[in-house]
């Protein structure tokens, strides 16, 4: 069997890692196609290096661009690469702009999409993940849900045939790394200066457009970040960092102390270390409640609802609307004693989504 993975930002990349372990383990060939979309080294060359990925096979250099740009850069990419390589599958991540032009482009190929982490919904059609995975799951042919609220929406949505339980394979890696980390096999996390990992601190990102794009929003929940009671390491993603300064607003301010994106590992550090998370990114909230973190999201949905269960994660859509001592209490609340159970599988996810791509293509 021949699996060819599409990848392209960081989140996808996290994924990538124990999917190519599982593949080292057995006959089959696997070929990497990055895209390029997250260009930044923070966000991509250091996932490679610091996870233990093969390097990719072929490397697409994308970069940024508008939505259309982008997608429509990957699509016209992608012919000559299908076209030389003609796998069993194409292998899709997630719900970037490089996971709807990867499937895309198979599917105009006649050759076979599995969809990894298919069946994800918010329900919130103004962000441009949700029409990415509702486009890729309706085209792909073999849906790999994570979880089981994930295979009802794909029921619902009439694609139950093509849909199986895969599991999570980010449970995989995080728990992998999060051992490593304890054993003491990666140096500690590089947090923002000022930031006293031996006292209590917030960890934060934020980058979503609905957060970023708007001056007025974005400047308010900076400064209901900065007012909370300790001190938070924000670590700003290149895309919020030009919003910032387009719009002239500065970063670190109060107790908002500012660092770049971290590699994985020093990412899981940092969230062990920490007492709590703030942040708008479906992985980290994710990573948090399965580290034991209390998480406060600064959105009004969120696609992982397992989570909000025993209230490991809260959402927000508008700090700033709230009072500050109410929206300090939340932040700071402790990690919760309720059970958090295992909804993401136990780690063994990328080995049962070889073993089902097997089994597709057997027919």
Same mark, same amino acid.
């Given at each position: @069997?021949?699996v060819?993975?599409?990848?392209? /930002?960081?989140?996808?990349?996290? %994924?990538?890692?124990?999917? &190519?372990?599982?593949?080292?383990?057995?006959?089959h060939?696997?070929?990497?196609?990055?895209?390029?979309?997250?260009?930044?080294?923070?966000?991509?060359?250091v996932?490679?290096?610091?996870?233990?990925?093969?390097?990719p096979?072929?490397?697409?250099?994308?970069g940024?661009?508008?939505?259309?740009?982008?997608?429509?850069?990957v699509?016209?990419?992608?012919? %000559?690469?299908? *076209?030389?390589?003609?796998?069993?599958?194409?292998?899709?991540?997630?719900?970037?702009?490089?996971?709807?032009?990867?499937?895309?482009?198979?599917? %105009?190929?006649?050759?076979?999409?599995?969809?990894?982490?298919?069946?994800?919904?918010?329900?919130?059609?103004?962000m441009?993940?949700?029409?990415?995975?509702?486009?890729?799951?309706?085209?792909?042919d073999?849906?790999?849900?994570?979880?089981?609220?994930? @295979?009802?929406?794909?029921?619902?949505e009439?694609?139950?045939?093509?849909?199986?339980?895969?599991?999570?394979? =980010?449970?995989?890696?995080?728990?992998?790394?999060?051992?490593?980390?304890?054993?003491?096999?990666?140096? /500690?996390?590089?947090?923002?200066?000022?930031?006293?990992?031996?006292?209590?601190?917030?960890?934060?990102?934020?980058?979503?457009?609905?957060?970023?794009?708007?001056?007025?929003?974005?400047s308010?929940?900076? &400064?209901?970040?900065?007012?909370?009671?300790?001190?938070?390491?924000l670590?700003?993603?290149?895309?919020?960092?030009?919003?910032?300064e387009?719009?002239?607003?500065?970063?670190?301010?109060?107790?908002?102390?500012?660092?770049?994106?971290?590699?994985?590992?020093?990412?899981v550090?940092?969230?062990?270390a920490?007492?709590g998370?703030?942040?708008?990114?479906?992985?980290?909230?994710? *990573?948090?409640?399965?580290?034991?973190?209390a998480?406060?999201?600064?959105?009004?949905?969120?696609?992982?609802v397992?989570?909000?269960?025993?209230?490991?994660?809260?959402?927000?859509?508008?700090?700033?609307?709230m009072?500050?001592?109410?929206? /300090?209490?939340?932040?700071?609340?402790p990690?919760?004693r309720t059970?958090?159970?295992a909804?993401?599988?136990?780690?063994? &996810?990328?080995?049962?989504?070889?073993?089902? =791509?097997?089994?597709?293509?057997?027919?």
């Amino acid at each position: @069997m021949k699996v060819l993975s599409v990848v392209g /930002a960081r989140p996808q990349l996290v %994924k990538l890692a124990p999917i &190519a372990a599982a593949f080292a383990g057995t006959p089959h060939q696997h070929v990497i196609v990055h895209t390029g979309q997250h260009y930044d080294a923070d966000l991509s060359d250091v996932f490679f290096d610091g996870l233990g990925i093969p390097a990719p096979d072929v490397h697409l250099g994308v970069g940024s661009g508008s939505h259309g740009v982008q997608t429509g850069a990957v699509l016209a990419a992608m012919d %000559k690469v299908l *076209e030389d390589e003609r796998p069993d599958w194409v292998l899709v991540y997630g719900d970037t702009n490089s996971t709807v032009a990867g499937a895309l482009s198979a599917v %105009k190929m006649h050759l076979p999409v599995a969809h990894l982490e298919a069946g994800l919904r918010s329900f919130n059609r103004r962000m441009p993940e949700e029409h990415n995975r509702v486009l890729t799951d309706h085209c792909a042919d073999l849906l790999l849900a994570p979880t089981e609220e994930a @295979m009802r929406h794909l029921a619902a949505e009439g694609l139950a045939e093509r849909s199986r339980l895969a599991g999570d394979v =980010m449970v995989d890696i995080c728990l992998r790394i999060r051992d490593a980390v304890a054993a003491g096999e990666h140096p /500690a996390p590089a947090l923002p200066e000022g930031i006293d990992p031996s006292k209590p601190f917030l960890l934060a990102t934020l980058h979503r457009p609905d957060n970023t794009d708007d001056p007025e929003r974005l400047s308010a929940i900076l &400064a209901s970040l900065a007012a909370l009671p300790v001190p938070v390491a924000l670590l700003a993603h290149p895309r919020l960092v030009a919003r910032a300064e387009e719009h002239g607003i500065k970063l670190a301010q109060g107790n908002l102390h500012v660092g770049r994106p971290l590699p994985y590992a020093g990412l899981v550090a940092a969230v062990v270390a920490s007492a709590g998370v703030v942040t708008d990114s479906g992985g980290l909230q994710k *990573e948090a409640f399965l580290l034991g973190r209390a998480c406060t999201t600064i959105r009004p949905e969120t696609e992982w609802v397992e989570t909000l269960e025993g209230g490991w994660n809260v959402l927000v859509p508008d700090p700033h609307a709230m009072p500050s001592d109410e929206f /300090a209490a939340l932040a700071t609340r402790p990690a919760p004693r309720t059970v958090r159970g295992a909804p993401y599988g136990e780690g063994t &996810a990328a080995v049962r989504v070889v073993e089902l =791509m097997e089994q597709a293509l057997r027919g």
